[in-house]
């Protein structure tokens, strides 16, 4: 079945950090990859898509770039500040079985002043 | 513009006792409507989808029911509340034939705690 995994929180990291999160996913077709975060008692909100092998989504600094060879959609960022302190989700939504969208666990970071 | 509203915001409630959640979509029609749990420090765990008015899918067998009575509105309910009910209800949205490209839209969320 679609699967996604990633990597255990929390993370910690002080300002100014270089940040990467893994996320690696397992998906019958071809999924549309997303990054959602999530900000302390709201809801999610997306923050950058890749729908197509080699895309790159980027948005507020974030980076990721959709690998079908490796089956991964890392996000990275080069300077984190610490209002990037939240949950994020990596997500994939396929065609197959209605287009649901399965959700990681979800990895919580948290930036040091 | 769309907006999608969840009420209440917060929600204490005995074990036993009846439940409803309500999910409004403004600003667009027909759309495909989600309820997902969160638990403490875990991820998302959908629970209903529904297509249209009366269509409801269920993903997991639990002690939850989802009705839409009307196009933009989805109800979460459940007649007697488990301990393990708690968690982070979120509602969402997309429209319908977009859903491999395009992101889901979140309300954002009720906070059930059942004592």
């Known amino acids: 079945g679609n699967s996604v995994t990633q990597m255990e929180g929390p993370v910690t990291l002080s300002e100014e950090a270089f940040l990467t999160i893994n996320c690696t996913y397992t998906?019958?077709?071809?999924?549309?990859l997303f990054w959602y975060v999530q900000y302390p008692g709201e809801g999610l909100q997306l923050l950058l898509k890749?729908?197509?092998?080699?895309d790159k989504g980027s948005n507020k600094g974030f980076e990721a770039t959709y690998r079908k060879e490796t089956t991964s959609f890392h996000l990275e960022k080069g300077s984190v500040q610490v209002s990037d302190s939240a949950v994020y989700f990596c997500?994939?939504?396929?065609?197959?079985?209605?287009?649901?969208?399965?959700f990681g666990a979800g990895t919580r970071l948290f930036v040091k002043a | 513009s769309q907006t999608i509203h969840q009420w209440p915001a917060t929600l204490v409630q005995p074990v036993g006792s009846p439940l409803s959640l309500e999910c409004t979509v403004e600003?667009?029609?027909?759309?495909?409507l989600y309820w997902y749990r969160q638990a403490a420090g875990r991820g998302l765990q959908l629970l209903f989808y529904?297509?249209?008015?009366?269509?409801i899918s269920s993903e997991v067998p639990q002690n939850l029911s989802a009705s839409r009575p009307q196009d933009r509105q989805f109800i979460l309910s459940s007649k007697k509340l488990l301990l393990s009910d708690s968690g982070f209800y979120l509602c969402?949205?997309?429209?319908?034939?977009?859903?491999?490209?395009?992101?889901?839209?979140f309300g954002p969320g009720t906070r059930l705690t059942v004592l």
């Open positions: 529904s297509v249209g008015i009366g269509q």
């Open positions: 890749a729908t197509k092998a080699d």
């Open positions: 600003g667009t029609s027909n759309p495909n």
């Open positions: 969402a949205w997309i429209t319908p034939g977009t859903d491999l490209y395009n992101e889901q839209f």
């Open positions: 998906a019958t077709g071809y999924p549309s």
């Open positions: 997500a994939l939504t396929t065609n197959t079985g209605g287009f649901k969208t399965i």
